[in-house]
């Protein structure tokens, strides 16, 4: 009966580094969506998955992010030469077929020195 | 564009006395309407959510909403507000055919509790 897993809970990283987050969803989850929450504001959609393909990546702030899943269930959360402004909660949620609420992780805190 | 606006950042209320959270949205779509709720350290979790048919829809822990089209809100009120209650609330709208994942969520709305 495990929700949605998401490790690291935190992560401290100096500027430039390169970070991997990774969602766990719930089984027989086939979407999967990518969330970031700044301080004060709610959360921002990133990308979107169905099955392995990613569905919608519009919310992806720019190159430095990427996320894959290669197997239709984990995925992991790329982003390159981190920046400061990448300190936020980045949330991952999963949801099974067809339109429904979506089921939230406990998120992994970012913080960039 | 698609938004969604909660007006109040912080409310404050006594315990036990009545709740009304504001939420308005912009949306080109019909929309489909969730409430979700955070408590500090934990994820969002679903209060409610409408899709269709009856404008007023109950959810967990007593809460309930009303869909207003000509309004293009969806407030969220409780009668009698526990201590327990004291969160962050999100109002979020999703489209009904498309991206079923690419909600807009508000900026949220913190309530406090007083004894």
């Known amino acids: 009966g495990a929700g949605v897993s998401q490790t690291p809970s935190n992560k401290v990283t100096e500027k430039g580094k390169y970070v991997e987050l990774r969602c766990d969803p719930i089984s027989g989850h086939t979407a999967l969506y990518w969330y970031r929450q700044s301080l004060g504001q709610g959360p921002e959609f990133l990308i979107y998955f169905q099955g392995t393909g990613a569905a919608d990546d519009s919310g992806l702030p720019n190159d430095r992010f990427f996320a894959v899943r290669p197997e239709g269930s984990v995925s992991t959360l790329k982003i390159q030469r981190t920046e400061r402004g990448d300190s936020a909660v980045y949330l991952c949620?999963?949801?099974?077929?067809?339109?429904?609420?979506?089921?939230f992780g406990e998120g992994s805190r970012l913080t960039v020195l | 564009a698609q938004s969604v606006t909660q007006p109040d950042i912080h409310i404050t209320v006594s315990e036990g006395a009545s709740l009304e959270l504001r939420c308005n949205y912009s949306y080109g779509a019909t929309p489909y309407l969730f409430w979700y709720v955070q408590s500090p350290g934990q994820g969002l979790q679903l209060l409610l959510k409408?899709?269709?048919?009856?404008?007023l829809v109950q959810g967990i822990k007593g809460f309930e909403a009303e869909f207003k089209r000509s309004q293009s809100s969806f407030n969220l009120r409780k009668p009698s507000v526990h201590w327990s209650d004291a969160a962050e609330y999100f109002c979020?709208?999703?489209?009904?055919?498309?991206?079923?994942?690419?909600?807009?969520f508000g900026k949220g709305t913190k309530l406090s509790v007083k004894p």
């Open positions: 979020a709208v999703g489209a009904v055919q498309g991206s079923q994942g690419n909600l807009i």
């Open positions: 409408y899709f269709s048919g009856d404008t």
């Open positions: 949620a999963s949801s099974p077929p067809g339109p429904g609420e979506l089921f």
